[in-house]
């Protein structure tokens, strides 16, 4: 199992008894694990800019997927309160800051939206230690560097997390160019077209994260009829 | 919780029966549900497979199979997977993504207390599952016609969904109290999921009370072993003979070993009384008006039926024609009765969709007499019988003509000379208002009396209408203003007001068919009353394209069979029969094909329309 990133003294350990704690405690999935056994976290942030140095994280959205299915009963959407006003990004997300003054702050979400990323025991039971979701996102660049920088903060360092990024099986499936990224063929909704999704009219952290999963699940029916097998979480894997 | 799942939640408004339910059972709903994708040519549901959840279409198509033959085509919004939440076996059909399809799943369970809490939910997917039903054995009917025995399979008669069942170690006095808990006459003796015998009544009455058998001995000792049982697909015929022949009452009917219910004699005695056949030789028999009102009441019951047996909507015009002509025949014999014998040679004769044998259950009463020229239309007696008759007709539930085309009008009460010159008239009249009226005189068909004199009469004046250039060009013109509902929501243009709001008014559709043949037969000399009919004759003189003629029947018939199953299905909810369909109750197979109806009607208006003399 790839387990670099518990190698001792790359990175210090998170204070026992934290929710990275436990996440780190988690087991990493075998990326030779049949897709269909993987756990997943569609994740999506909404934030008042790109540069997690600069910007903050103004709400989260999640919703796991397992078995080749979405559970919508363990969909989650919070509201986070950032400490400085939400700008002009605020006309992209609609989040103003009357809205956000009464809301949990980051350092209440981020525990909740840990804990969502790491599941019960193993489900075969042999294996008892918990196992992680691996995160699905669409850019998932953002939402890991978000919570990374979140986790420092909070917590004095992070937890590498397996990734599947939407986008970056795009960027496969459709053999698009890096440079072709910024033209927009590749955004969540032109992917979701592409596969005649239904398109949705607002957008919220969690609608974008149930249309990330969504396109997941068509991608990957997709790529297990280009493979003629069923799929493993290596052929997916982004890192 | 915050209505986050908000493109769901709307998603599921939009879409019947989810858009009757109040909003917080709504909010409620996407958190029931999961999401999955189904890639093209996935086979989500095989039949038999135990299905424990209902499938929403999100996105894509899936197509419903049965042995191969498609039963439906489900679009966004629509659902599957019924068997197991309605009737609670296996899957019947197969559901194969034609697209690539996103589905929204609701568990069993959660359907369960929705549809408890909900039942309009219930009925709904009730009623789609029975429409599937009805779609896939019309696939598997015979075109051959007959009676009802003939035509209906015992699947159809099946009522109760489990059959009672006990193994053949339980004790006689246990069979026999599940029996009378179940309300039952027969009690199924089952052993591992297969039939080993069958305990009827008649069995305990004479095999344990007579033979002094105690009743803790099993049922296993009384029953009669491997009994006879019929596969789904026989027809109601077949178990009367079964039945007769063998001197039995319960036939269980079987499918792939697995027993599916039981067929008793009672149900076809049922199925019997709604023959069309009785029903004719009832209304004979009666001796007042009052009596062939109580008959005629069993009409809608008996289109009911034929609609069930999924008969086409010509063969069930024609049966209600019958039953309309054999209460119109009776009505006449008893007001003959009752005003004495009558003072000339006449024809009562039915006008309009009764003449051409296409009426449906809303059809009002168009008729007219015909007297011989010897006879005077002055004699009070005309007056006093078509009165009697048109009163009586109306108690059988065919409301009065609003347009006044009834025998009770003396202008139509003439003699056959009198016809003519009105004919004549019609032929020559400028007024497009007075040709309006005589389209309909052009569908006159005996009922009663001397059919002769009607026949002669259509045989002289029919030629004369098709030669007649201004009688086809106003006809012409009022056939192009029945503009079929065609165009907006999706593809179908709904009454955008008043009591029939949202709905599709099929009469336009049928009336412009109708009027069209009317104008081929016309122009073809032809003297036929079915539109078929007509059809048929215009393309052979050679006035009609082949494909046109084909169509047009297609169409009509379809747009019938639709406004036919909608009256049943008003007259089974105990509304009035009317023409206004709701085009979101039709599945998404009728609605294509009800569209393609709608234009191929407006295509033929439109080349009838360029071919014909214009009027002003």
Redesign the interface.
């Known amino acids: 199992m790839g387990l670099r990133e518990l190698l001792p003294g790359r990175r210090p350990r998170p204070g026992p008894g934290t929710p990275l704690a436990d996440l780190a405690a988690a087991s990493a999935v075998d990326p030779a694990t049949p897709l269909d056994q993987v756990r997943l976290l569609a994740l999506d942030l909404e934030t008042t800019g790109l540069d997690p140095r600069r910007h903050e994280v103004l709400s989260v959205?999640h919703v796991p997927v397992a078995q080749?299915?979405?559970?919508?009963?363990h969909?989650r959407?919070e509201l986070v309160r950032p400490q400085g006003p939400v700008g002009e990004s605020a006309v992209h997300h609609g989040l103003t800051d009357d809205r956000l003054a009464h809301v949990p702050d980051l350092a209440q979400v981020l525990p909740r939206v840990l804990e969502a990323l790491r599941t019960g025991s193993a489900q075969d039971g042999e294996d008892a230690r918990p196992v992680r979701r691996v995160l699905l996102a669409h850019f998932a660049q953002i939402e890991t560097d978000f919570l990374a920088a979140a986790c420092r903060r909070l917590y004095g360092t992070d937890v590498p997390l397996q990734v599947v990024d939407t986008l970056t099986l795009a960027q496969r499936m459709l053999r698009v160019p890096t440079p072709e990224l910024a033209s927009g063929r590749l955004r969540l909704d032109a992917c979701r077209r592409h596969?005649?999704?239904?398109r949705?009219?607002?957008h919220?952290a969690?609608?974008d994260a149930?249309a990330c999963?969504?396109l997941f699940?068509?991608q990957s029916?997709?790529l297990a009829?280009q493979y003629g097998r069923p799929l493993r979480l290596a052929d997916v894997l982004t890192r | 919780m915050d209505v986050e799942l908000a493109e769901i939640r709307d998603f599921l408004a939009e879409h019947p029966p989810f858009d009757a339910l109040p909003a917080d059972v709504l909010d409620r709903l996407p958190a029931r549900c999961t999401v999955s994708y189904a890639r093209r040519g996935t086979v989500v549901l095989r039949p038999g497979d135990h299905g424990d959840r209902l499938y929403l279409v999100r996105s894509g198509a899936v197509d419903i199979t049965d042995e191969g033959h498609l039963v439906d085509r489900v679009g966004a919004g629509g659902g599957f997977g019924m068997s197991a939440l309605v009737e609670h076996v296996p899957a019947r059909y197969a559901a194969t993504a034609r697209e690539d399809t996103l589905l929204l799943e609701l568990p069993q369970a959660d359907f369960d207390a929705l549809a408890a809490e909900h039942p309009a939910v219930a009925v709904h997917f009730a009623a789609t599952h029975h429409g599937r039903i009805t779609a896939a054995i019309a696939q598997l009917q015979t075109p051959a016609r007959g009676s009802a025995v003939l035509k209906t399979s015992v699947r159809d008669l099946l009522r109760a969904p489990q059959p009672v069942s006990v193994a053949p170690s339980a004790t006689v006095a246990e069979g026999a109290r599940v029996m009378t808990a179940a309300g039952v006459s027969s009690l199924l003796v089952m052993e591992g999921g297969s039939l080993v015998g069958i305990v009827t009544d008649r069995d305990l009455r004479r095999r344990v009370l007579a033979a002094g058998v105690p009743p803790d001995r099993p049922v296993g000792e009384v029953m009669t072993p491997d009994p006879v049982t019929l596969p789904a697909r026989a027809l109601a015929l077949e178990a009367m003979l079964e039945m007769t022949g063998r001197n039995i009452h319960h036939l269980p009917v079987v499918e792939d070993g697995r027993v599916l219910g039981l067929v008793t004699t009672t149900d076809l005695v049922r199925l019997e009384r709604s023959n069309p056949v009785y029903v004719v030789a009832d209304v004979q028999r009666q001796e007042d008006v009052a009596g062939v009102v109580e008959q005629a009441a069993r009409i809608p019951a008996v289109v009911g039926q034929l609609v069930r047996e999924d008969a086409s909507a010509a063969d069930v015009g024609r049966v209600l024609a019958a039953l309309t002509d054999a209460v119109t025949r009776r009505l006449v014999v008893l007001a003959e009765t009752q005003l004495g014998p009558a003072p000339g040679r006449y024809a009562w004769a039915a006008l309009g969709s009764v003449a051409r044998e296409e009426q449906g259950l809303a059809s009002d009463q168009d008729h007219a007499l015909v007297l011989a020229d010897d006879a005077d239309p002055a004699d009070p007696w005309w007056a006093a019988m078509a009165e009697r008759v048109t009163a009586g007709l109306e108690a059988c539930g065919l409301p009065r003509c609003p347009g006044g085309t009834m025998a009770t009008d003396p202008r139509w009460r003439q003699r056959v000379s009198g016809w003519r010159s009105q004919f004549a008239r019609w032929g020559e009249e400028p007024a497009p208002e007075a040709v309006l009226r005589a389209a309909i005189f052009y569908d006159m068909r005996a009922v009663h009396g001397d059919a002769d004199l009607v026949v002669g009469l259509r045989s002289e004046v029919v030629p004369l209408g098709g030669r007649s250039d201004l009688l086809l060009a106003h006809l012409t013109a009022q056939s192009a203003r029945m503009r079929p509902p065609i165009g907006f929501f999706r593809g179908l243009v709904l009454e955008d007001a008043g009591e029939h709001r949202d709905t599709l008014d099929l009469k336009r559709g049928i009336a412009a068919v109708v009027q069209m043949a009317r104008i081929h037969a016309l122009r073809a000399g032809s003297t036929a009353l079915g539109s078929g009919a007509r059809l048929a004759a215009a393309r052979e003189a050679g006035i009609l394209p082949k494909e046109s003629a084909t169509d047009l029947t297609d169409a009509l018939e379809l747009l019938s069979y639709l406004r036919l199953r909608h009256q049943a299905a008003r007259v089974a909810a105990g509304e009035v029969p009317d023409n206004h369909l709701d085009p979101r109750r039709l599945g998404s197979l009728d609605r294509r094909h009800l569209r393609d109806a709608f234009a191929v009607v407006r295509s033929a208006q439109q080349g009838l329309s360029s071919r014909s003399p214009q009027v002003g």
Do not use: D, M, V, W
């Open positions: 959205g080749g299915r979405i559970l919508l009963a969909a959407h596969y005649r999704l239904p949705y009219r607002a919220s969690l609608t149930l999963a969504e699940l068509a029916a997709e009829e």
